[in-house]
């Protein structure tokens, strides 16, 4: 108002210059706009420089879990610096082994920032702490703080501080590869693994062909494992400097096992075996940049979304396409990602700070779906999945997981061997409790729906001796002179005080994903459960008589060949226990 009286707009009749009425209200107007933008203009003027001081807030502390707030850790008094060094104990036993410091940040996720000098200092204290409980610090990154407050720069530090707990060899993560035929899931295992670029012409799949017509076609159709290590400063552990696994596990504090599945629909039920059987703790799901999504990737997404397994995705072939192929096969994949059946919130990793960011957030929330764009044979940005992996956290916290070894032990058998000089072996996972060499355990449900008693010799992880295995842990168990013959893929092996029983019948409660006829009473499924797969037929519908693509029902089905050892259905961080099927 006091602007307007000022420019002699108040008064419709008031004349600003010569000339009429008309003209001074003409004038008055134009005025009122000049004064407008003017005062608009002010207005923006000021919010931005309130924007530059408002200052930037992370999340606010939490009690639990790994993550550490320290505004500063300058000179700290001998009863302070144990105070400190014990903190820092109970976050690397949240985290399993990891914790992450934020330097710089006050307990409300106030973002100060600390001068060169103080974060020289608390930098240093915070190393004299991880040596004081035996663990290593990596500076993951630091950013500049600007309030315009001072001229003196601030910056904020993120530290990972790793240390592999007592009871433990290393820390172990399983990542289960996924995606469509020649979309490059094997040879980037093999760069990862070997440290070798490939050729263009697949030579670095070669090492994890476990038949020869795979070798022929370049084609997965069984499941391979092959594993990466980071050492304690966060450097990989690969075949390129170590001549075997046992090597590998040595040098390594962190262990990432990939389960190499397979892509051609002709394997789906190798790969939906290998999704229920080997609990992966993530998926990473394979995109060629030249094709874009393909065959099947939509249902290796869809089953890992079902079996609620964390995906990231990597666009692999970059190096074959133009910028703008690339660009648009990632379009493509963020469409998808933001359906509603998806519900996802894909971020394009670009930079290290991205590929650290991705890797918090993406355990945080599970919406969060990062996205890389590599090559297997120019290398690019291939540094940025290595950097996501070594920071990626577990999913599972200490709690969970004490609370799985407190149970009775319960190890799935997944694969058969026979050793020479050894014997008989199995492999599979540890589902829950704690088995030791010597310990004996019953096996089974055997055709006639019994257990067998057997004692487990030796322990292997990853190709190196292990005493104890812990709920969560795969394995492969020496049993010395146990007949073979009397095991197969799908069983058990429990502690006796289990008093496990056997299941010919049970009731799932399902959704039609697709179907290109109805399903009804009497149709045949091969069922997916855990490590159990067999052929199913359908005894009833509950409420309906048929069932149609997207509907929704609880079904009862009957094995068709064997009785199974089912629990109720059962979901954690790690295992996800729910029925598949495929029709």
Not at 139 to 166: M, S
Not at 187 to 193: K, P
Request: with cysteine.
């Amino acid at each position: 108002m006091v602007d307007l009286s000022e420019s002699g707009a108040a008064s419709p009749g008031h004349r600003h210059g010569p000339g009429s009425g008309n003209n001074g209200r003409k004038t008055s107007k134009k005025s009122r706009t000049r004064r407008g933008k003017r005062g608009r203009r002010r207005r923006n003027k000021k919010n931005n420089r309130n924007s530059k001081t408002a200052p930037p807030y992370l999340p606010p502390e939490a009690e639990e879990g790994n993550i550490e707030y320290k505004l500063k850790l300058v000179n700290p008094t001998q009863y302070r610096f144990e105070h400190l060094a014990t903190q820092l104990k109970w976050r690397l036993q949240e985290g399993r082994g990891e914790a992450v410091y934020q330097i710089g940040v006050e307990d409300n996720g106030l973002l100060v920032g600390l001068t060169e000098a103080d974060m020289k200092a608390s930098l240093k204290t915070l190393k004299r702490m991880a040596e004081k409980v035996g663990a290593d610090i990596t500076l993951l990154r630091e950013r500049e703080v600007d309030y315009d407050l001072d001229r003196n720069t601030r910056k904020i530090a993120e530290v990972l501080v790793r240390k592999v707990p007592d009871d433990q060899q290393f820390l172990d993560l399983r990542v289960a590869v996924l995606g469509n035929v020649d979309s490059g899931k094997s040879t980037l295992l093999g760069v990862l693994t070997q440290g070798e670029l490939d050729n263009g012409r697949g030579r670095a799949r070669l090492n994890l062909f476990r038949h020869l017509h795979e070798i022929q076609t370049g084609r997965t159709s069984s499941i391979s494992f092959e594993i990466l290590g980071f050492n304690s400063k966060g450097e990989v552990v690969n075949y390129s400097e170590s001549r075997t696994a046992e090597e590998i596990c040595e040098s390594s504090s962190k262990m990432i096992t990939f389960i190499d599945l397979a892509g051609h629909h002709k394997y789906l039920k190798t790969t939906i075996f290998g999704l229920t059987s080997y609990c992966p703790d993530f998926a990473m799901l394979m995109v060629s940049a030249n094709t874009g999504i393909a065959g099947t990737t939509r249902e290796h997404l869809g089953l890992a979304m079902a079996l609620k397994v964390p995906i990231f995705i990597v666009v692999s072939k970059v190096d074959l396409c133009s910028r703008g192929t690339v660009e648009r096969t990632v379009r493509q994949l963020e469409r998808v990602l933001k359906q509603p059946g998806c519900n996802k919130v894909p971020m394009v990793v670009s930079n290290p700070d991205d590929a650290v960011t991705a890797a918090q957030q993406f355990t945080q929330s599970t919406c969060v779906t990062p996205i890389f764009t590599l090559s297997s044979v120019s290398g690019e940005s291939l540094n940025l999945l290595k950097v996501f992996l070594n920071i990626l956290p577990p999913l599972s916290n200490s709690k969970e997981q004490e609370e799985l070894m407190q149970q009775l032990t319960e190890f799935q058998v997944d694969e058969i061997y026979s050793v020479p000089d050894v014997g008989t072996v199995v492999g599979g996972t540890l589902y829950s409790g704690v088995c030791r060499e010597g310990e004996r355990l019953v096996v089974g449900p055997t055709d006639e729906g019994r257990f067998l008693r057997l004692k487990v010799g030796s322990i292997q992880r990853n190709r190196s001796a292990c005493r104890v295995l812990r709920a969560g842990q795969a394995a492969t168990l020496a049993l010395g002179n146990f007949d073979r013959s009397l095991l197969r893929k799908g069983m058990v092996m429990v502690s006796p005080k289990m008093n496990p029983t056997i299941c010919c019948q049970f009731e799932a409660a399902i959704v039609l994903l697709f179907h290109a006829k109805t399903f009804r009473r009497g149709s045949q499924v091969t069922v997916h459960v855990g490590n159990v797969r067999q052929t199913a037929t359908v005894e009833c519908l509950h409420g309906k008589d048929e069932l149609r693509t997207g509907e929704r029902a609880v079904v009862r089905f009957r094995f068709i060949k064997h009785p199974e050892y089912l629990a109720p259905l059962i979901a954690t961080s790690r295992c996800v226990n729910a029925p598949v099927l495929d029709l």
